[in-house]
């Protein structure tokens, strides 16, 4: 069974950072690509970043130079670390682990917050 659980999301100020967890199981981690997505209410769900089984990263434009992805296989974990964290931040995150061949899971979402 695969499950993908995101965590470490929540209330932040503008200015602020968090950083969110993916752990993965019951998937061979070190062949997927992972991913974060994220979707705001009344919008479509959008790419934030994807890194790839050997490391490549790519961005989406509001984000980068922001958020950083990273991986440990180790732990079959996928990291979001969110910097300098904007109001248009705000919406619920996803984790997705996705093959070549467009086979891919979700995870349940993670809520981020950005208020003062």
């Known amino acids: 069974q695969v499950q993908l659980v995101e965590s470490g999301g929540g209330l932040v100020q503008p200015g602020g950072s968090l950083r969110l967890s993916c752990a993965a199981s019951?998937?061979?981690?070190?062949?997927?690509?992972m991913g974060w997505y994220r979707q705001a209410p009344g919008k479509q769900r959008e790419l934030v970043a994807l890194i790839t089984s050997d490391g490549s990263t790519n961005y989406g434009d509001s984000v980068k130079d922001r958020f950083t992805i990273s991986r440990d296989s180790s732990t079959s974990t996928v990291y979001l670390q969110m910097n300098n964290l904007k109001p248009e931040d705000a919406a619920v995150y996803y984790c997705?682990?996705?093959?070549?061949?467009?086979?891919?899971?979700w995870g349940q979402g993670t809520q981020v917050t950005v208020s003062s």
């Open positions: 019951g998937i061979i981690f070190s062949v997927y690509t």
């Open positions: 997705r682990a996705q093959r070549n061949s467009g086979l891919g899971f």
